[in-house]
């Protein structure tokens, strides 16, 4: 893969001026990327690898090393979904209100990174809950800022690629963190301190590089100057077509369960998936981290919207392959490619989706408004699939959900058809400013 | 700053951060190879006194070479030199002619297994588990295997709290998770969606007990099972961890009496089956064990030990409320009490 490097950010007016550049002089196929996108990507994969080094040991932590019981370690888990929804919102409200991007997304990061401070210091379930809280509320702050400076950074037509890129290095981290959490403790079986200190350098570092090299894009100083910086108009996160894409979202997000349910429902039926069941969110990561460039390219290229919706098929294809009668093994590596497939067509794209759906001052809180959708409904979808599992069973279960989204696809999609065409979309995008 | 300054000293900051790390990687490293060879704290001996009589099969928590090891001492001598053998368990259970051992397989990837070995430590049959392992009981025929472990996986936000319990026949095959089995609350079918079951304790070949837990309302319920019904009959609450007494007229378990969620403090007590009379006993510390009856009157429990990490004590405590608690085995978790016919 090629990426050259630009000079971004892009104003409108030079935009077209340099896309013939880019036309004359980047062969065919060679797409370019800022450098900020790339060093964010770079950031977000440090972060990554700092956070889910923790996570993965922490059920191992908690239970052999603090002796803990493991009920502890769900309650746990649990309080990762209501803080990171709600502070998200703050998030990219403060960033759009502030017009300091950078700098809010730098609280959020630096605020993960003092955490891990706290795990190297104290032991015991107190210290560790406000350590976790403090990582996902730090996460919940950054996420809509950073989306935000990559649209502020990137060329707007190919807003999803950029994405893309940044997913990509994003997934990378969580990749890497895992097995390097696991190397310190196969080399040094009670050595989490190790963990810890490795999870505080890859976060410092992080926070440093975003500190010193990501630019503070301040969409708005020319109006501050002026003095007439206009409130946030919250409607207009919620209007038009907007309100489609919250409304997409929304109804999708009740359809998707989780991959934790599909690996149970692996697990259950196959001794392959079962042994490599607390792994196998890895295989995911990696999965997703190979499509999030093409998908991200191919919603630049025949609409993101589209792209949004389809890739829901790939939801589809992992909640049938886990029921359907076939080779265990084949079933168990085809579910994590569809389920990567389907976060990388999603995740980066709804993001380039909102992004160019909203006007420049609003759109931090409009990118946090669609994921906060999405993390809420996905929720609701989770809580009310276990209610169904225990119902009708597992697999009956999986089926139903399955029957309703293949209903569910087609209808968002007739929801969204004003969006669907890149050519559409570009019209709406003139319509709403 | 230029750019390019900028860049070098986030590269000099970022080597100076990983060479950390790494020296306090090379300290732990260093420091556990002693740990490793040193002597055991504890007197030791070879593997082959695991196949002698009477005996209590644990595993060995005493710093040093054989730590995590399975290791027995007899019965009338529980602080005597202990036998020390080549499996490492976290979890194991023992009859007279076999034991069965769960284990974290530590690698690039950890696994976690649960292996069925003949008294020697001849492997007979093994299958993995999906999470953390809990607890491991085998019936005393030795026919019957359970295993309890916890189900880790990384997107647990949206699972909750979850254990899988399944029993296992000796040739490796499974009658399935208990979750998937017919539960039966106060005489009526019911299936509330977020149950759980944990510790298993055998009756005969057919019949146990165990514990069912709600994990949203908290309740806990003692259940009775049958596998040739397919059924868990509940019998009383707040019964976590049972284990039943050698002559089966009571249960031994933890019940909790304070707190809650992760704060939550077990205290053991004692369910007379024919009376459903429950008694507290006298331990104040919070236990987190299935408990082990040494005989009709004295069981058998692990703690962590206050001064050092990993390591443990089996402690024993008299039902008769005639005693306080005493250490048992030093250095020893996970107790099974081994009596030859």
Known sequence: MYISLTNSPVSKEKRDAKKQDAGRNAPRGVRTVSSTVLTLGLVSMLTDISS???????????????????????????????????????????????????????????????????????????????????????????????????????????????????????????????????????????????????????????????????????????????????????????????????????????????????????????????????????????AFLAFAIPLGRLADRVGRARVFVWSHVGLLGAYVLAVLPMEDIAATILCLVFLGAFYAGTDGVLSALTAQLTSVESRGTAIATAQTVVAVTRFVSAAGFGVLWYAVGREPAMIIVAIVLVVAIPLVAVLLRPLLSPERADAAKVEAS | MSTRAKWLLIAVLSVLALGSTGAVGAVAWQQYQQRLAAPSDVSTTGADAVTAADRIVFRNTASGEGYGHVASVPIDDPTSTRAVSDVACDRVDATADEFSCLRIVRGITPTYTATFYTADAVETAAWPLPGIPSRTRISSDGTLIATTSFVTGHSYATIGFSTETKIHTRDGSDFGNLEDWTLIIDGADSAPVDRNYWGVTFVDDDTFYATAGMTTEGITYLVRGSISERTLTTLAENVECPSLSPDGTRIAFKRATGGSGPTVHWTPAVYDITTGEVSLLPESRNIDDQIEWLDDKTILYGMPREDAVGDYDVWSLETDDSGEPEVFIEHAWSPSVVRVP
């Not at chain 1, 403790?185 to 050595?191: A, F, K, Q, T």
């Not at chain 1, 108009?233 to 489609?244: A, L």
């Open chain 1, 52 to 286: 889910e080094s923790v996570s993965a040991i922490l059920p191992l932590y908690i239970t052999g090393f603090l002796g803990l019981s493991t009920i502890a370690f769900g309650v746990l888990d649990g309080l990762y979904q209501g803080t990171s929804a709600l502070v998200r919102i703050a998030g990219g409200y403060a960033s759009d209100r502030l017009d300091q991007p950078k700098w809010v997304a730098f609280v959020g990061y630096a605020l993960a990174a003092v955490a891990r401070v706290g795990l190297l210091l104290w032991s015991g379930f107190a210290a560790l809950t406000a350590v976790i809280t403090a990582d996902r509320i730090g996460k919940g702050i950054r996420t809509a800022p950073r989306d935000a400076l990559i649209t502020a950074t990137s060329d707007p037509d190919h807003l999803a690629g950029s994405f893309g890129v940044h997913r990509m290095l994003d997934n990378i981290g969580a990749a890497i963190g895992p097995f390097l959490a696991f190397l310190i403790l196969l080399i040094v079986p009670d050595g989490f301190h190790i963990v810890f200190a490795a999870s505080l350098a890859f976060a410092g570092i992080g926070v440093l590089i975003l500190g010193l090299i990501v630019p503070n894009v301040r969409t708005r100083r020319a109006e501050i100057a002026a003095g007439t910086r206009t409130r946030i108009d919250w409607r207009s996160v919620t209007r038009g077509r907007m309100r489609r894409v919250l409304a997409a979202a929304g109804i999708l997000g009740l359809v998707t369960i989780g991959d934790g349910f599909v690996y149970l429902v692996l697990q259950a039926r196959s001794d392959f998936a079962a042994l490599w069941f607390p792994l196998l969110y890895v295989g995911t990561n990696v």
